[in-house]
């Protein structure tokens, strides 16, 4: 069966470390992956989006990199700092499927401490 | 300067009723989506809509229907409401990869 899996369901880190978050995917053939930020009580944020052909993109303290042999994405953010403390979900795009159907993981949330 | 919008923010009602929560988005983008949000903030997609195709997720009950009268317009009617049917509902858009959310619409059945 079809699977994507977020490594924790919440990872708590010291500010100033990097956090490092895993979205693994099972029976998929992703076209492309993207990362999106959820605060409490509100919609996703879109962040960051990486192709089948690429091995990494950055945007500042974000970086993402893609494994198409471990169907794997890492997600980074160097320099943690509290308000970056929120849910990270991943979401993949099939390359069969419609061009703009992303499919989700169910998230980590994040908590950077003081 | 709202760029996806929902309403009503909050929703509850009783089993059986019929309700509809109403989408806009003033980014000009040519697509439009319905997702829910179950108690264990697993985001699925219901639908996506532009003008030449709609494509319905296999797993949504024939209950929920999108309903869009321009471009800029996707409502989501819900009839006879199930308490499973109790999550948070985004409605985003897109024109090129990245989709922009609205804020939710949390709805409750009783």
């Known amino acids: 069966s079809q699977k994507i899996e977020q490594n924790s369901e919440a990872l708590n880190i010291q500010e100033g470390k990097t956090a490092t978050l895993t979205c693994n995917y099972t029976n998929y053939s992703p076209a492309y992956l993207q990362w999106y930020r959820q605060d409490p009580g509100r919609g996703p944020v879109f962040l960051l989006l990486?192709?089948?052909?690429?091995k990494e993109k950055r945007k500042e303290r974000l970086k993402v990199t893609f494994d198409t042999t471990l169907k794997q994405s890492l997600f980074h953010i160097t320099a943690s700092q509290p308000a970056d403390s929120a849910t990270y979900l991943c979401a993949l795009v099939e390359s069969s499927g419609s061009a703009r159907q992303l499919t989700f993981g169910s998230g980590t949330q994040l908590t950077v401490l003081p | 300067d709202t760029a996806v919008s929902q309403t009503p923010k909050y929703l509850v009602t009783q089993m059986g009723n019929d309700k509809s929560i109403k989408c806009e988005q003033n980014?000009?983008?040519?697509?439009m989506y319905w997702y829910k949000q179950d108690s264990k903030k697993f985001l699925k997609i219901m639908f996506s809509?532009?003008?030449?195709?709609?494509?319905i997720n296999e797993t949504v009950p024939n209950r929920f229907s999108p309903k869009s009268p321009d471009k800029a317009h996707l409502n989501l009617h819900i009839n006879s409401l199930e308490l499973g049917d109790s999550a948070v509902y985004f409605c985003a858009s897109s024109t090129h990869y990245e989709q922009y959310f609205g804020p939710g619409t949390r709805l409750t059945v009783t």
């Open positions: 980014l000009g983008h040519d697509t």
């Open positions: 990486i192709r089948e052909n690429e």
């Open positions: 809509y532009n003008n030449k195709e709609l494509i």
